[in-house]
């Protein structure tokens, strides 16, 4: 409480004058923040979102009811919705729909926070000791040039049709993107402030931890939305390959049976969790990087 | 605060920083070596102001890189306090010529920052950084961002942010170039006065000869480079405590300006031509 006034007080304390003045004569208009500008133009960009959406659906639904393309081999907007009703209500041909959600997104989150946290870990170790850069930079290099989604194979046959496979193909995928971030965010990290930390007392490991990891972060947030992407994609292709449940599984099914709408509809419902991610992630940065200057209120540039 | 990891205090009379023909060459890109200052000899008291003026890129900043310990000297010796400079020196503050402060720390944790690094208690830590923080004029601001700054007000939290530590010695790389003319002659004066608290040994590179004779007890003039050295000392006696916005209109003051820049302004000419390949018409 007491901390409040005295701040309001320093705030107030240069323009006492002014207030003063304002209470005699006539009140000042200070323009309002637009909120009501920023509401419409949030509007516009909606409104212009779901025409988008609508010319590309309906487009869809057009051609395939018109019979220029076959809603058997294409599927079709209505039949989507459909086969999503179905699942919701009445299940899928390998279960109830939420358990194979279910399963795939642990294989992806568990996938997900061990790739990153071994990214993160060894970006920035070898970003900061560079004996450790030169013996495993090479070696780095090669994992990354090979085609991982091929591990996806080796892993089913080592591992089984079960979770350890579809984490392991995830933690593959997921760890490179944010390694390589790491690395490069810990090496552009400002001379200056390393020198004026280690100046003001700091220890190599309180450098790490209070210069360098915030320092990397833009850089690392930056990989964590296309790592998310890419631990989904691990997971699905995991069970595509081998499993016996989760959405993978399913794609796999409806491909099977021919059933385009199953393919489409599992993508839909990827698609919705994908978006969750990158919101839960775009608050996770807004947070961390409170620090960062905001946008200037000026034009566009 | 007075917990320095440093050494036993040295017998009275130690000067605070010595250069003995110290030498640093620096490795260009194309393999080269360059002798950014050359058989430099410089002796700074315990507790005396000395400013270093001289031109551009004559090594101003890499003496301070020597002193703090942030680069090796080539050639020739650094002592601090009698001891040789290895490793970063522990008792020293160092404001940089560019913005040093944590950018993803508030003001409050910027001047923390010093005694949480030492294992000081979190509490103690932001009572002492409150103070100081009043004490360089920027009470109420404790929660900014360095980005909701001004210039002059990051440069007040760099000075908070050094002298929480009350360091024996504390450099400065032109910290106030970047201010306008009055907030430049405020901050001076209120430096002044801080330094007066805990006596510091002060080594302020500048560019602007008024604000070094109106600050320091003596001014080092820097001969161009490469290979910059130490071309004359000059003592300045004018009385403290002083007011740096008139203390230029006395007569001996500006007597001594006089005679500092004909020494300055040799090696400014000389510097100039060389970075612009072009001889001067003055
Ligand atoms: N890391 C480095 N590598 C190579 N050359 C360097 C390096 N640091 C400084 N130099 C060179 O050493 C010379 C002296 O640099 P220094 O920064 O000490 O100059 P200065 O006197 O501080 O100049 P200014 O007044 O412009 O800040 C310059 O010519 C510079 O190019
Ligand atoms: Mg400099």
């Known amino acids: 409480m007491n901390a409040v006034t005295h701040g309001a007080d320093q705030a107030t304390a240069g323009s006492t004058a002014a207030t003063g003045a304002e209470l005699v004569g006539t009140p000042v208009v200070t323009p309002e923040p637009s909120r009501t500008r920023d509401v419409r133009h949030g509007l516009v960009v909606h409104g212009l979102q779901l025409a988008v959406l609508v010319v590309l659906l309906g487009g869809w639904q057009l051609l395939t009811s018109t019979g220029h393309l076959d809603p058997v081999l294409f599927g079709e907007p209505s039949g989507i919705v459909g086969r999503l009703q179905t699942w919701i209500t009445q299940g899928t041909s390998i279960g109830s729909l939420g358990q194979q959600i279910t399963v795939t997104l642990e294989e992806a989150l568990i996938g997900f926070l061990i790739g990153t946290t071994l990214g993160i870990v060894s970006g920035i170790a070898l970003g900061r000791i560079k004996l450790l850069a030169e013996v495993f930079g090479p070696f780095i290099k090669v994992l990354n040039s090979i085609p991982r989604i091929v591990l996806g194979s080796v892993f089913v046959i080592m591992f089984g049709l079960g979770l350890e496979s579809k984490v392991l193909l995830v933690i593959v995928l997921v760890f490179f993107g944010v390694f390589f971030n790491a690395f490069q965010g810990t090496r552009e990290v400002d001379r200056n402030l390393i020198a004026s930390a280690a100046i003001l007392g700091a220890s190599k490991w309180q450098i790490t931890r209070q210069v360098v990891l915030p320092s990397a972060f833009t850089w690392i947030i930056a990989s964590l939305h296309v790592a998310f992407g890419f631990a989904l994609i691990g997971a699905i292709v995991g069970e595509f390959i081998g499993s016996q449940q989760g959405l993978g599984n399913l794609i796999r099914a409806a491909q099977g049976t021919f059933d385009a709408n199953g393919v489409w509809a599992a993508m839909v419902i990827m698609a919705v969790v994908a978006l969750l991610a990158e919101y839960l992630i775009t608050r996770l940065e807004k947070r961390l990087l409170r620090w960062r200057p905001t946008q200037l209120s000026g034009p566009d540039l | ?282």
């Not at chain 2, 002592?79 to 993803?104: C, K, R, Y």
């Not at chain 2, 002060?202 to 008024?210: A, K, S």
């Open chain 2, 1 to 282: 605060m007075t917990a320095q990891p440093s050494s036993p205090s040295p017998p009275a009379g130690t000067p605070a920083i010595q250069l003995m023909s110290a030498t640093k060459r620096f490795r260009t890109p194309n393999g080269s070596a360059y002798t950014a200052i050359r058989d430099m000899d410089l002796i700074v008291e315990a507790g005396e102001f000395c400013a270093i003026v001289g031109p551009t890129g004559c090594g101003k900043s890499t003496t301070l890189t020597l002193v703090s310990g942030l680069e090796k000297a080539s050639d020739g010796r650094v002592l601090v306090h009698g001891e040789p400079v290895s490793g970063i020196t522990p008792g020293v503050g160092f404001m940089f010529q560019n913005d040093a402060i944590l950018p993803w720390k508030s003001v409050l944790d910027n001047v923390a920052a010093g005694p949480r690094f030492r294992g000081v208690a979190k509490a103690t830590a932001l009572t002492s950084a409150r103070d100081w923080i009043r004490r360089v004029g920027l009470a109420g601001f404790e929660d900014r961002y360095p980005h909701q700054l001004s210039g002059g007000m990051r440069k007040r939290v760099a000075l908070a942010q050094n002298l929480i530590n009350e360091p024996r010695i504390l450099l400065m790389d032109e910290p106030f170039s970047a201010l306008d003319v009055q907030t430049r002659a405020k901050m001076s004066n209120e430096l002044l006065s801080l330094w007066d608290l805990t006596k510091p040994a002060v080594v302020f590179v500048t560019h602007d000869l008024e604000e070094a004779i109106a600050l320091a007890d003596k001014v080092v003039v820097m001969t161009a480079g490469p290979g910059g050295t130490v071309k004359a000392t000059f003592r300045v006696d004018l009385p403290r405590p002083r007011v740096v916005q008139e203390i230029r209109f006395e007569p001996a003051f500006v007597d001594l300006y006089h005679q500092i820049w004909e020494t300055l302004r040799a090696e400014v000419d000389k510097a100039y031509v060389q970075t612009t390949g072009s001889a001067v018409a003055s």
